[in-house]
């Protein structure tokens, strides 16, 4: 009977060791799909930058892509304006909104104004998983969960800001939102600063 009770341990213990072998396995297979993910999506950026294209058919292509990849609700894009050397200068409206997003470019920058601006003058991603009560965009929590801020900008210049709004599994952000956000920032504020090169180049050629 003692063996009998041993062997039933022993069964226990391996099936338990094999479980957690599966779950590790499980989630470095998750890892691994996102980091393929993400390194395709960079990919396909770099290699169909068209300095000569709108920045805004280049930024609604990028968002709709990172988009599913991240399974966001929406990703959104606001640049500033060209002629705006200040340390935090003006947005103009949207130049991009993809997925369902609440609200209209105008209420939505409205309503991130501090996050967004925030953000711009630091130079940093800011990640938002909770709205509280008390803040100045408290009445978003009606509309919406969670959101990141992506400053667009290259040597300290900023050149616009990128927005995501929840996940559609209605989870957090996490260190792999932030890694691909930020990496696909970082592709976009390449993109915008040699476009506008190109067209001041354009420009002196007219």
């Not at 395709?40 to 990849?69: A, D, H, N, T």
């Not at 959104?76 to 050397?85: F, K, M, Q, S």
């Not at 130049?95 to 940093?124: K, M, N, Q, R």
């Not at 996490?174 to 920032?185: I, M």
Request: net charge negative.
């Amino acid at each position: 009977f003692n063996s009998l009770v041993t062997i039933a341990e022993q069964m226990h213990e391996d099936l338990q060791s094999a479980s957690t072998t599966g779950n590790e396995l499980s989630s470095v297979t998750e890892q691994l799909t996102s980091v393929y993910e993400e390194i395709s999506l960079l990919y396909k950026i770099s290699s169909g930058m068209r300095f000569s294209q709108k920045p805004e058919m280049f930024l609604e292509s990028v968002c709709r892509e990172m988009q599913e990849i991240g399974n966001y609700r929406a990703v959104a894009v606001a640049l500033a304006n060209r002629e705006d050397d200040s340390a935090t200068p003006i947005l103009g409206d949207l130049a991009v909104i993809v997925g369902s997003c609440p609200f209209s470019g105008t209420e939505l920058l409205s309503a991130l104004h501090e996050p967004i601006y925030d953000s711009l003058a630091v130079g940093e991603t800011q990640v938002h998983n909770e709205i509280a009560p008390d803040c100045d965009w408290a009445r978003l929590r009606s509309y919406m969960k969670r959101f990141v801020c992506v400053p667009l900008e290259r040597d300290r210049r900023p050149l616009g800001i990128m927005i995501a709004i929840d996940k559609n599994d209605a989870t957090e952000f996490n260190s792999v939102d932030l890694k691909l956000l930020n990496n696909v920032g970082n592709q976009c504020s390449i993109f915008l600063e040699n476009a506008a090169l190109y067209q001041d180049m354009q420009g002196l050629f007219m």
